[in-house]
Each structure stands twice: as structure tokens, then as C-alpha cells.
């Protein structure tokens, strides 16, 4: 795969999936028991803002460095903004951005435990120096959707896995992810799955959505950011997140992200937030 996460760091992508990732980690804390957190498409971790690929782009300073100084922000926001800052103690400006992974360690409590799955070596390399040390983090080169098959369901039997692939091949893409879906469903249907997605064209999102709605799981919601009309394939128009079993009543708190969200990141009149439930039982 050529995708490179290092060049979209910090985007509006990453501020939508990972404030909604922080709620869910929360969510399973609310409880006394230990969880598992897996995260199947891993990347390196820890992102360089000031490094050749980010700057390139310069796609965080329309998406994390936007919310740096927004006042009377959601909760999840508010976390969000301030373990980015965090990381960046002693630095006048943000230098260094988190990944799914390092942010859901960041979160977790030492009783949790994670998995973190990351294909391509030398990501994984980094990825394996980020969590070396940390007893709680096992990391794989290995394939992210069959180590779902391998590892599924956790010895804690409750938990959450992110599926985040760069979809390089987006309508190929779907497809897999439904079969790791069905496949995971039969071992663990009362696990917690968050499936994170790009918006380019519609008619590419709404088979999987479909697929979502009779696929068995009693609860899928979903979430969306547009920032673009959903009407044209030569750009990232939007995202979204599907959550599969999501905590009690969080589509609350996603009620009162998105609207924040969308004003914060918007890029014209054209932005958009919805939140769907696929299906409910």
C-alpha cells in the first residue's frame, strides 16, 4: 500500500474520528471491569506536524489547530483538545499529533489492555518503539481484519474495536470490512465495533449502509461530517464513523459534537452533520 498517514495528520478526518473515539473509550471506563481496545489499522502512532509530509499538505491547520482556540466546546472536544496540547508541552505551537492508538492509551486505565495491528513494517517499527514499555499494548505486523479472526472475542469480553483502513480501493474496501464484520459477528455479536469511512460519492457509502441494517447487529448507528457536496470522487468530502453496539444514549453526545464540529471545520456553506440510527432493536 502506498497510503502514508503522516500527510493528513491532524485533518478534519482525524478531529471527527478521534473525538468520537475518546467518548467511547469513556463510555467503556464507566464501568469497573477491564476492557479491550483493537485497533486494526494502526499506522505509527505519533505523528510529526512539522515533518516534510504534514507540511506539505498542511492539512492540520484546517483541522486540530482550528479547535485551539475555540471556547465553550462539547466535553469530548474539550478532552480532545487538551491531550493534544498535552503531548505538546513546552512547544509554542503543535508539533506532534496522536494516532488512534497512542490517543486510546492515553485514555485507557492500566487495567485495560490493547491490541494494535499495523500491516506495513515500517509503520509497525515505529508503532512497536511508541508502545515499547507499555505493558499493556501487544503490536502485530500483521493483517488488521484477520487478526479480528484470530483474536476475536477478547478474554475480557468487552471492549471496543476501530477499523480505520486507508481505503485505497474504496468500493473493495466495504466489501471487506462487511465480511470481517459478519465473520466477527458470529463470535462476538455483543462486541463493540467503530468503523471509520470516507465520504467521496454516495452511491459508494449507501451499499454499505444497507448491508449494515440487516446485518444481524442489534444496534448501528451512524455519524457523519460533510465539509463538501458527497458528489465528486477527487476529494475527501467528508467522513463518517459507524458505531456498532454504541454505549447507552451516545448519540446524545454525538448530537452535541457535530454541530460543534461542523462550525469549527467548516470549509464553506456546503457543510453537514447528520446522525443516523441503521438499525435498532
Known amino acids: 500500500m502506498n497510503y502514508r498517514h503522516a500527510f493528513h495528520a491532524g485533518n478534519f478526518a482525524d478531529v471527527f474520528k478521534h473525538t468520537i473515539l475518546i467518548g467511547l473509550i469513556e463510555a467503556l471506563k464507566a464501568k469497573q471491569t477491564p476492557f479491550c481496545f483493537m485497533d486494526t489499522h494502526a ?15 498542511g492539512e492540520a491547520t484546517d483541522g486540530i489547530k482550528r479547535l485551539l482556540a475555540a471556547t465553550r466546546v462539547p466535553t469530548l472536544m474539550h478532552v480532545y483538545v487538551n491531550l493534544v496540547r498535552s503531548l505538546n508541552a513546552g512547544h509554542e ?4 499529533y496522536p494516532g488512534s492508538p497512542l490517543i486510546a492509551s492515553l485514555v485507557m486505565r492500566e487495567s485495560d489492555r490493547g491490541i494494535l495491528c499495523e500491516l506495513q513494517p515500517d509503520e509497525c517499527t515505529a508503532l512497536k518503539a511508541l508502545f515499547r514499555g507499555d505493558a499493556r499494548f501487544s503490536v502485530h505486523e500483521r493483517d488488521g481484519y484477520g487478526a479480528m479472526n484470530a483474536l476475536l472475542p477478547p478474554r475480557e ?6 477499523i480505520d483502513p486507508p481505503f485505497e480501493a474504496q ?22 465495533y467503530a468503523i471509520w469511512y470516507p465520504i467521496k460519492l454516495r452511491q459508494q457509502v449507501q451499499p454499505f449502509h444497507r448491508w449494515l441494517s440487516r446485518s444481524g447487529f442489534a444496534k448501528v448507528l451512524a455519524a457523519e461530517l460533510l465539509l463538501h457536496p458527497d458528489n465528486s470522487a477527487l476529494r475527501l468530502n467528508g467522513c463518517g464513523m459507524v458505531v456498532i453496539n454504541p454505549p447507552w444514549k451516545f448519540e446524545r453526545q454525538l448530537e452535541e459534537l457535530l454541530p460543534a464540529l461542523n462550525a469549527l471545520l467548516a470549509q464553506g456553506r456546503y457543510g453537514q452533520h447528520r446522525i443516523e440510527w441503521l438499525a435498532r432493536e
Open 93 to 96: 505551537e503543535l508539533v506532534d
Open 43 to 57: 499506522g505509527r502512532g505519533r505523528y510529526s506536524l512539522d515533518g516534510s509530509e504534514a507540511m506539505r499538505t
Open 157 to 162: 469480553r468487552r471492549g471496543l474495536v476501530l
Open 171 to 192: 468500493d473493495d474496501e466495504f466489501r471487506i470490512i462487511e465480511k470481517a464484520l459478519g465473520d466477527a459477528r458470529k463470535r462476538w455479536p455483543t462486541g463493540m
